[in-house]
T-cell receptor, first 119, second 105 residues
């Protein structure tokens, strides 16, 4: 099973951008899809999108199209999630997670990255 | 988008109780339904996939059933480690989660 390690917590100002990384180990990087899921404080889970580390192909939930970008660096088995134009509503824990094939649930999760957006 | 609704939102139970959580989908998701357990400050953990298949390493006291639009997660004998929040997730059309059910003492 793949292990995922995410970047550390950050505090951002409204209007700023962020870039979070998710580094994979323990399995072939291109063998699975990586998804991003966020969880606002005390709230439920929200799927944001996926990236295929092999092809670089992406698909975003409609809500996040245009202001979230997922990329990867295969040389270091790392994917990135960038968000622009942050607002306080984007304060959340951001998780990366894997699915072995596209239309499957998420069997491995990173530890989460807490993003706080505050002036 | 497919909406997922869980009930109850909170469930009070004791060690040894049989616990059942329900998840309803706004349209059929066939059997493409998963259950996760999340403890405070931790990432979710996959328990059940394809409605009733137990993920490797998950205790057999957890079971899932259902198809179409109605699903249940059952814990046959609640253990101290099971006090957590449980989420259902459909993956028939993209991925959406229920709002969660907190199992508390």
């Amino acid at each position: 099973q793949v292990q995922l390690v995410q970047s550390g917590a950050e505090v951002k100002k409204p209007g700023a951008s962020l870039k979070v990384f998710c580094k994979a180990s323990g399995s072939t990087f291109s063998d699975y899809y990586i998804h991003w899921v966020r969880q606002a404080p005390g709230q439920g889970l929200e799927w944001m999108g996926w990236i295929n580390p092999n092809s670089g192909g992406t698909n975003y939930a409609q809500k996040f199209q245009g202001w979230v970008t997922m990329t990867r660096d295969t040389s270091i088995s790392t994917v990135y999630m960038e968000m622009s134009r942050l607002t306080p509503d984007d304060t959340a824990m951001y998780y990366c997670a894997t699915s072995l094939q596209l239309w499957l649930p998420f069997d491995s999760w990173g530890q989460g990255t807490l993003i706080t957006v505050s002036s | 988008d497919i909406q997922m609704t869980q009930s109850p939102s909170t469930l009070s139970a004791s060690v040894g109780d049989r616990v059942t959580i329900t998840c309803r989908a706004s349209q059929s998701v066939d059997s493409w339904l998963a259950w996760y357990q999340q403890k405070p400050g931790k990432a979710p953990k996959l328990l059940i996939y394809k409605a009733s298949s137990l993920q490797s390493g998950v205790p057999s006291r957890f079971s899932g059933s259902g198809s179409g639009t109605e699903f249940t997660l059952t814990i046959s004998s609640l253990q101290p480690d099971d006090f957590a929040t449980y989420y259902c997730q459909q993956y028939n059309s993209y991925w959406t989660f229920g709002q969660g059910t907190k199992v508390e003492i």
